[in-house]
């Protein structure tokens, strides 16, 4: 039962145009929703992340888009950046009773030069 | 500062060996976590603990799993009998309270033969 979903397995983008990364979910529970960057051989880093009474959230480059009726949220990062290259997981957290982050299965993001 | 330290980085052990993973927690952080990223997959939720307690057990596989941790700092992941499906990247997050910023640490490579 997969409740955090990442469709697009990969993404490619030509470096300074928008790169957007989708996520879906299945329960309305979930009280934040986060984005983690990977690079290989390293854990993941934290990104940015929206609480589930917002609808956008901004920092720099990168803004979080929520759409809680279609249960969907996005990551945007305008302008793409070579740098920007890695795995970006989506993340759901639960607090109620526990406090347990579900992880989508990630989206590889390469940025073309 | 340090961050999440985790030993051994790889780990390669017959089956039916038991493995035990180790992670470090940055300083004074009151919450970990251990997750499993299995080839191509997300990160599966392990195991939380708060201070020394472990309110959520819920991901660990089988009774073969299981987890601890001393002092409010370093935890220990313990596998017995370990099987060829338990391959996969062990990775622990600390965080400085539930629900705060999670600090990945870069993985315990684990490959059962």
């Known amino acids: 039962d997969q409740q955090v979903k990442q469709n697009s397995p990969s993404l490619s983008v030509q470096e300074g145009r928008i790169s957007i990364l989708n996520c879906d979910y299945t329960n309305s529970m979930f009280d934040y929703f986060l984005w983690y960057k990977k690079y290989p051989a390293e854990g993941p880093t934290f990104l940015i992340s929206?609480?589930?009474?917002?609808d956008k959230n901004e920092d720099g480059r990168f803004t979080v888009f929520l759409n809680k009726s279609a249960k969907h949220l996005s990551l945007h990062i305008v302008p793409s950046q070579p740098g920007d290259s890695a795995v970006y997981f989506c993340?759901?957290?639960?607090?109620?009773?526990?406090?347990?982050?579900?992880f989508g299965t990630g989206t590889r993001l390469k940025v073309l030069a | 500062g340090a961050g999440v330290s985790q030993s051994p980085s790889n780990k390669v052990t017959e089956k039916g060996k038991d493995v035990e993973l180790r992670c470090d927690p940055i300083?004074?952080?009151?919450?970990l976590y251990w997750y499993r990223q299995s080839l191509g997959q997300g990160l599966e939720f392990l195991i939380y603990?708060?201070?020394?307690?472990?309110?959520?057990k819920s991901g660990l596989p089988s009774d073969r799993f299981s987890a601890e941790r001393t002092g409010g700092s370093v935890s220990t992941l313990t596998i017995q009998r370990t099987q060829q499906e338990d391959s996969a990247v062990y990775l622990c997050?600390?965080?400085?309270?539930?629900?705060?910023?999670?600090?990945f640490g870069p993985g315990t490579r684990l490959l059962v033969l």
């Open positions: 993340a759901a957290l639960l607090t109620s009773g526990t406090y347990k982050y579900i």
């Open positions: 997050a600390s965080s400085l309270v539930s629900a705060g910023t999670q600090y």
């Open positions: 300083s004074g952080h009151t919450a």
């Open positions: 929206i609480s589930s009474i917002k």
């Open positions: 603990f708060q201070g020394n307690s472990a309110p959520d």
